[in-house]
């Protein structure tokens, strides 16, 4: 009994010190280019926005996807972006999440046509790499929350894409959303170093209009 404890707890140990060392790797190798301040950030042609769902699962409205929309229109309003490339999961007729963010982001003030919909990106790196393969975009500033913005960049970073991150401002987040953002970090590792996984769908290249 005492053997099999002690296997179970350095296999414990074990997994917690993978994913710590993941999570150091994916913080230290991107936390010099996340920006706070709009200030600082030098200008590019085209923001990417990461997306998500307008409404929480108890139907009310989810800071994230306003606060990801807000920074957005603050960037074009300053002239840091010229273009803003949404992008996010239409997995059926009755949800689409890039199509809200351009009605969102009309309302703050982008032009229509200053807005490409990118309807496939079910994940991040979905979205990232069709960023750089079918909309040919690599000089970017992507827009998310801080605890999301170091795994971001790291998948951008392994496509050797120039990109940056804009945060937005920082949202009270639950232990639930933390926890699973580091196990998220651990899976990046995984699908860009151990399976080399690709995006669920590609498809033909798309020119921006910029």
Same mark, same amino acid.
């Given at each position: 009994m005492k053997i099999i404890l002690k296997v179970i707890g350095y296999s414990?140990?074990?997994?917690?010190?993978?994913?710590?060392?993941?999570?150091?790797?994916?913080?230290?190798?991107?936390?010099?280019?996340?920006?706070?301040?709009?200030?600082?950030?030098?200008?590019?042609?085209?923001?990417?926005?990461?997306?998500?769902?307008?409404?929480?699962?108890?139907g009310n409205p989810n800071p994230y996807f306003y606060e990801r929309m807000q920074t957005a229109a603050r960037l074009y309003h300053t002239g840091k972006v010229k273009h803003i490339l949404v992008s996010g999961d239409n997995a059926t007729r009755?949800?689409? +999440?890039? *199509? %809200?963010?351009?009605r969102t982001l009309v309302k703050l003030g982008v032009p229509f046509d200053d807005i490409t919909l990118d309807y496939a990106g079910f994940r991040t790196l979905d979205s990232i790499v069709r960023c750089k393969k079918i909309f040919g975009q690599e000089n970017v500033i992507i827009i998310t929350q801080p605890f999301h913005s170091y795994r971001a960049l790291f998948i951008s970073?392994?496509?050797?894409?120039?990109?940056?991150?804009?945060?937005?401002? +920082?949202? *009270? %987040?639950?232990?639930?959303?933390?926890?699973?953002?580091?196990?998220?970090?651990?899976?990046?590792?995984?699908?860009?170093?151990?399976?080399?996984?690709?995006?669920?769908f590609l498809g033909k290249k798309e020119t921006l209009d910029i």
């Open positions: 414990i140990f074990s997994a917690l010190m993978v994913l710590l060392t993941g999570n150091i790797w994916v913080y230290l190798s991107t936390v010099s280019h996340v920006y706070e301040d709009i200030d600082d950030i030098e200008p590019s042609q085209v923001a990417l926005v990461l997306g998500t769902s307008h409404r929480l699962i108890n009755y949800y689409n +999440e890039p *199509e %809200k963010m351009r970073n392994h496509y050797d894409m120039n990109a940056v991150v804009m945060t937005t401002k +920082e949202v *009270e %987040k639950s232990l639930k959303v933390q926890f699973r953002e580091y196990l998220a970090r651990m899976l990046a590792v995984w699908d860009l170093y151990i399976i080399n996984r690709e995006p669920k």
